[in-house]
C-alpha cells in the first residue's frame, strides 16, 4: 500500500452497511427475478449493497481527514442510538422512465434523516457543497443503462412483495470507492458507532 500524498483525490460517502442475511435476501428474492427481464440494468453486487446517508464525491485526503476529526467533535454516538429498520417497498425514480431501482425503508428512518442532518453540517463546515436534494433513504439495487423492455420491468417489479425484514443499525460508516472496469471497491476509511 502506498503512502497517500495530502492532495490525492478520494472518491468518498457515508453509509449504513446491511447485515448479510438482508443482501441474501435481496440477491436471491429480488434482483435474480428481476434479472429474467431482458431489460439493460446495472445491478449492485451483493457485498455492495448499502445504504448512501451521504455521497461526498472526490474530496483530498486533507479533507477527509477534517471531517472524520469533525465527525468525531460532533459525537454522534451521543446523539443518535442504535436504528431499528425494515425493508418495505420497491420503487423507481425517473419520471418516464425508470433510472434507479431501489428498496425502501420503514422503522425509526427519521434517525437516519436527523444523521444526515448531522453530516451536512459537518459538510458545511469544510465548505463541501450542499447536498440540493432532499434525502430519502433507501437502497439502490439497479440502475437503468437503457429505456428498453422497462414496461416489462416495471411489470415485474408490481409482481413482487417485499419481506417486511427487520434489521438494526449500530454505526455509520465512511467509506473510500475504487472504481475498477469490474465495479466498484469500497473500503473503510472509518466507524462511527452509534450509542447502544
Not at 80 to 87: E, F, G, N, P, Q
Not at 130 to 154: E, Q
Not at 175 to 194: A, H
Amino acid at each position: 500500500m502506498g503512502v497517500m500524498r495530502d492532495d490525492e483525490k478520494i472518491r468518498s460517502f457515508f453509509a449504513i452497511e446491511l447485515p448479510e442475511d438482508i443482501r441474501r435476501y435481496i440477491e436471491r428474492d429480488i434482483v435474480s427475478r428481476l434479472k429474467k427481464v431482458p431489460a439493460k440494468v446495472k445491478w449492485v453486487a451483493r457485498e455492495n449493497m448499502h445504504l448512501t446517508v451521504r455521497f461526498l464525491g472526490e474530496i483530498s485526503r486533507r479533507k477527509v481527514d477534517e471531517i472524520v476529526d469533525r465527525m468525531f467533535d460532533m459525537n454522534i454516538q451521543e446523539r443518535i442510538s442504535v436504528v431499528s429498520l425494515s425493508l418495505s417497498e420497491i420503487g423507481t425514480f425517473g419520471r418516464r422512465n425508470p433510472r434507479v431501482i431501489w428498496l425502501g425503508l420503514s422503522g425509526e428512518v427519521e434517525k437516519i434523516v436527523e444523521l444526515h442532518g448531522y453530516i451536512e453540517r459537518v459538510c458545511d463546515a469544510v465548505k463541501l457543497p450542499a447536498d440540493d436534494k432532499k434525502f430519502s433513504p433507501h437502497i439502490t439495487i439497479g440502475r437503468v443503462k437503457s429505456p428498453s423492455h422497462t414496461d416489462k420491468l416495471l411489470a415485474e417489479i408490481k409482481k413482487l412483495t417485499i419481506k417486511q425484514l427487520d434489521f438494526m443499525v449500530k454505526e455509520v460508516i465512511l467509506f473510500k470507492s475504487t472504481l475498477t472496469p469490474s465495479g466498484p471497491i469500497y473500503s473503510v476509511i472509518e466507524k462511527f458507532p452509534f450509542r447502544n
